[in-house]
């Protein structure tokens, strides 16, 4: 017999219409709803009874069938340069993380969207750990509200604190789609978080018929992980490659582009020493960016290139490429005007970067398994063999922007 608690409404999974709907049930007005919403979420307001301009009536009814519950925290990590990053329990032997990351103009919360991942990315942690299960749409929200009310509380603010959201945490956001919408309604609704489209970010290794139901639904900000400019390659580096190739991913930012709010799509590139980094690569992905947009040559104003060192971790047999060649990298691409920024490091003394997180999962479905199976060292030797040589050196070229994503 499950227990009463576990069949209460978990309010932090609900968007605004949903809490509508749910509170017309209870016999409730709109306003009623709304303001419920501005509790939870402006407000950090767990406790029914602290909601003063509440009901009695409504908060006894809320008591009896609702929650907002909070995820436990496991762990708490502060970087010197004032990331931090929780380690959240989702149960069942499962943890994931969200990093906030504070910057002069900005501050930005990474939020993970599954326990572990699926995808199985050659050069991800996550992809390393296999996968668990997709977080629900609360848990979702649930980093977000903790981190934000927190950090009021924390530093005696009241007005926000996050300004930008990613989705670029532990698993593949577009794999999770129906728990994802509703917690990205909420992070841009004003009587939530009220962030604009601009400011939340979803990052995908490129399932295309999903970017195009985003376009539809929520178009925010996207970001695609690259990491490749052939296929051949990129096969190897993100199997998903296999199921939409790199023509189709083209064609689906293409169209994505229609509804994006940004008008640019960002493409995530991690920097692989000797793999994926030579000036032929570089070169390669030029072409591959430039003849994207209705195929019309020389058009690189619809994307920014975001290259990321890589963050080494143990049994990846794959090391970040050099600063001297990421700059020579970087510089192939701004000459083809192509707006590239370098990912500067962020919390490095507590392991905090973003898509490489560290937590445990139960990888339940075995895939940890099956892409260890499909993972052939070889096919990524004659990948990387297969292209172009590199062109000679390049002497160091203008300073490019350091920062980080969105
Ligand atoms: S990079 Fe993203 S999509 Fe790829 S394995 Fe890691 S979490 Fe999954």
Redesign the pocket.
Known sequence: MSSPVAQKVSLLGLDHEALVQWCAQLGEKRFRATQLYRWIHQRGVADFDAMSDLAKSLRAKLHEQAQVQALPVLAEQVSRDGTIKWLFDVGQGNAVEAVFIPERDRATLCVSSQAG?????R?????HQGFSRNLSSAEIIAQLWYAEHTLRRRFARDERIITNVVM?????PLQNYGQLVPALRTMLDDNAYGLSRRRVTV???GIAPMMDRLSQSVPVALAV?LHAPSDALRDQL?P?NRKYPLAELMAACRRYLQYAPRDFITFEYCMLDGVNDSDAHARALVELLSGAPGGARQDTGWCKLNLIPFNPFPDSGLKCSKPQRVQAFAQVLLEAGIVTTVRKTRGDDIDAAC??LAGEVQDRTHALVRMQRQRQPAALQAAVQAAPETGPAMAPGPAYRLETNA
């Open positions: 991942c699926a995808i199985g990315c050069f991800c942690s996550t992809g670029m945490g532990m698993g593949e990052s995908t290794s992980s993100v998903l898509g490489q």
